[in-house]
């Protein structure tokens, strides 16, 4: 997994923390995270494309979400980042070298690596479709409580 699915999934929890209609820019969220703007840019372009931000143009412009954190999965996250392909992709490696001296029915099951791997995705895929950016959130801040105040206040708004 590329960098951009733990870059996105820290400044969708500042946009969860800010919490307002007021866009961020992108160079603010890259600033804010110590990360460069053009490829920061890029990867919340994906989420754009996926619903998952809103961009909006013009000098005030920038990036919000596009709706309730409560709605967004990190599965959500990892597909507009990563795509949807399978992370595992049997090639059949078994049937060649010296398997390919087998009788042809032996390969008539799957392959048992194919297999034990596509559960661990799943299991992998459920967990992440199970956990949205509010739950992340919610327990960053059962950890440390002042951080939407601070996140906030960084980004110039209103702490209540």
Same mark, same amino acid.
């Given at each position: 997994?590329?960098?951009?699915?733990?870059?996105?999934?820290?400044?969708?929890?500042?946009?969860?923390?800010?919490?307002?209609?007021?866009?961020?820019?992108?160079?603010?969220?890259?600033?804010?995270?110590? /990360?460069?703007?053009?490829?920061?840019?890029?990867?919340?372009?994906?989420?754009?494309?996926?619903?998952? /931000?809103?961009?909006?143009?013009?000098?005030?412009?920038?990036?919000?979400?596009?709706?309730?954190?409560?709605?967004?999965?990190?599965?959500?996250?990892?597909?507009?980042?990563?795509?949807?392909?399978?992370?595992?992709?049997?090639?059949?490696?078994?049937?060649?070298?010296?398997?390919?001296?087998?009788?042809?029915?032996?390969?008539?099951?799957?392959?048992?690596?194919?297999?034990?791997?596509?559960?661990?995705?799943?299991?992998?895929?459920?967990?992440?479709?199970?956990?949205?950016?509010?739950?992340?959130?919610?327990?960053?801040?059962?950890?440390?409580?002042?951080?939407?105040?601070?996140?906030?206040?960084?980004?110039?708004?209103?702490?209540?």
């Amino acid at each position: 997994m590329n960098q951009g699915v733990e870059w996105t999934l820290h400044v969708l929890l500042t946009l969860a923390w800010i919490d307002d209609d007021e866009p961020v820019r992108v160079n603010q969220l890259a600033t804010g995270h110590d /990360l460069p703007p053009a490829y920061l840019n890029k990867q919340l372009q994906a989420l754009v494309r996926a619903e998952i /931000l809103e961009s909006l143009p013009g000098a005030r412009g920038g990036f919000r979400l596009a709706r309730p954190a409560s709605t967004i999965t990190l599965m959500d996250v990892v597909t507009a980042i990563e795509g949807a392909q399978e992370a595992f992709r049997c090639t059949e490696i078994r049937q060649r070298g010296t398997g390919a001296d087998l009788p042809s029915h032996v390969f008539d099951a799957p392959c048992a690596i194919s297999a034990s791997m596509r559960r661990a995705e799943l299991a992998w895929r459920r967990e992440l479709a199970g956990q949205t950016i509010a739950d992340l959130r919610d327990e960053v801040e059962s950890h440390a409580p002042a951080v939407r105040r601070v996140t906030r206040r960084a980004y110039g708004r209103p702490v209540d």
